[in-house]
Antibody, heavy 117, light 110 residues
């Protein structure tokens, strides 16, 4: 059925960068799209980025353009999300999720990123 | 893209039906047949309940159904059960591999 295992909790200073990993298992990694979605405390879901099965097409949310980078390593079935120039508003739980271009059927458990001075 | 609009809260008694709306524009909800709904219990990751407006993934009870009219999509939960109490998030494809979510609705089973 598939599983996504994410890296652990991060605490960062404003202006720093964070890189979160998401390791896939139990399915063909190169058959599905992978998304990143975040959720600030007490807020709704916020879509961040998507990478296509081939790894050639990456789309970022306009609000994060220039600050977010999504990469992947097919040899380890791992996808990464790096967010730079962190500010307090980036404090959130960051989820990776498998799916198609329009929906996500398998989610990681989330990685908490706290930005605080 | 702006977030889709959902009511902050909804409620119903066990056995009743409740409908949650999700309003967008012709550039997202109204323009594509790609609306999804996710259920999220506190402290947990979201779970896919409906995709492509009306389709249910394997294992999702048929008490959950989706529909769309114009720029507004809806999730209906029939025969409410205590375990249905959760946050529900809608999302829509918004073109060129972009997605947009709603603000989420907290469903309370009275």
């Amino acid at each position: 059925q598939g599983q996504l295992v994410q890296s652990g909790t991060e605490v960062k200073r404003p202006g720093a960068s964070v890189k979160v990993s998401c390791k896939a298992s139990g399915y063909s990694f190169t058959t599905y799209y992978t998304h990143w979605v975040r959720q600030a405390p007490g807020q709704g879901l916020d879509w961040m980025a998507i990478i296509d099965p081939n790894g050639a097409g990456i789309t970022y949310a306009q609000t994060l353009q220039g600050r977010v980078t999504m990469t992947r390593d097919t040899s380890t079935s791992t996808v990464y999300m790096e967010l730079s120039s962190l500010r307090s508003e980036d404090t959130a739980v960051y989820y990776c999720a498998r799916g198609t271009w329009d929906h996500m059927d398998v989610w990681g458990k989330g990685t908490t990123v706290t930005v605080s001075s | 893209q702006s977030a889709l609009t959902q009511p902050p809260s909804a409620s119903g008694s066990p056995g009743q039906s409740v409908t949650i709306s999700c309003t967008g524009t012709s550039s997202d909800v109204g323009g594509y047949e790609y609306v999804s709904w996710y259920q999220q219990h506190p402290g947990k990751a979201p779970k896919l309940m409906i995709y492509e407006v009306t389709k249910r993934p394997s294992g999702v009870p048929d008490r959950f159904s989706g529909s769309k009219s114009g720029n507004t999509a809806s999730l209906t939960v029939s025969g409410l059960q205590a375990e249905d109490e959760a946050d529900y998030h809608c999302s829509s494809y918004a073109g060129i591999n972009n997605l947009v979510f709603g603000g989420g609705t907290t469903l309370t089973v009275l």
